[in-house]
């Protein structure tokens, strides 16, 4: 029963986003009911272009920071980073889910991902990343899963599925606090996915392409 009310969260998640193209970092909270921040959209409290944060109560629990971070102010379009920082308070307990995802990445050819999770916690924390070759915010093909992290405090590197995608697709991040009574969690999640030599590639790719221009002009220039 707890699987399934978890995976119909995780549904839940896609469906105002199926269908978007936009390479824009957007949080979702969930705590009886949802709450959406785009990047620079209402409610985000933070003015940075590619960072989102939200501030709030949402059902029992009180967000001081919610932050969302993402491409250009971290990694690449073909290495790219998602990062989530969290800082939740309840007085009466229960479970939040935090959800930051953006869009637009690639190409990234055969590369694993990683994921760098730590922080506090009175109850548990568990961490999902998953990836999407449709593009779409949200999407719930999962590439790796950290936890249940007990506290009072918790780090862990975990590394997960490749990714072998020209591009574009979605990344998107997880957090579900689980707390038994009153208090505090607090942390940040990181996703990367390392430069797998891509950029190596399509710099070789380029050269190439170049060298044989050149040669093609040379070869035009010789009479016969």
Do not use: H
Request: net charge negative; hydrophobic share 40%.
């Amino acid at each position: 029963m707890k699987n399934s009310l978890k995976y119909a969260l995780l549904l839940c998640a896609i469906a105002p986003f199926v269908g978007s193209v936009n390479a824009t970092p957007t949080l979702k909270m969930w705590s009886g009911s949802w709450m959406t921040v785009a990047d620079n959209s209402v409610g985000d409290a933070n003015p940075a272009t590619s960072q989102v944060t939200w501030i709030g109560s949402l059902g029992n629990w009180n967000l001081n920071v919610d932050t969302g971070t993402s491409f250009p102010v971290i990694g690449t379009l073909d290495s790219p980073q998602l990062d989530l920082s969290f800082d939740a308070t309840t007085s009466t307990g229960g479970t939040l889910w935090i959800y930051l995802s953006d869009n637009g990445f690639g190409p990234t050819f055969n590369v694993s991902t990683l994921a760098n999770i730590g922080g506090t916690t009175g109850g548990t924390v568990s961490y999902w990343a998953f990836g999407g070759a449709s593009n779409n915010l949200f999407d719930t093909t999962q590439l790796l899963f950290a936890g249940p992290f007990n506290g009072p405090s918790f780090s862990a590197d975990v590394a997960g599925a490749a990714i072998n995608n020209a591009g574009p697709y979605s990344l998107t991040e997880v957090i579900e606090i689980t707390q038994p009574g009153a208090g505090t969690s607090s942390g940040d999640a990181m996703l990367s996915v390392p430069d797998g030599g891509t950029t190596a590639l399509l710099l070789g790719a380029g050269l190439l392409g170049l060298g044989v221009v050149a040669s093609k002009r040379k070869l035009g220039s010789i009479r016969i």
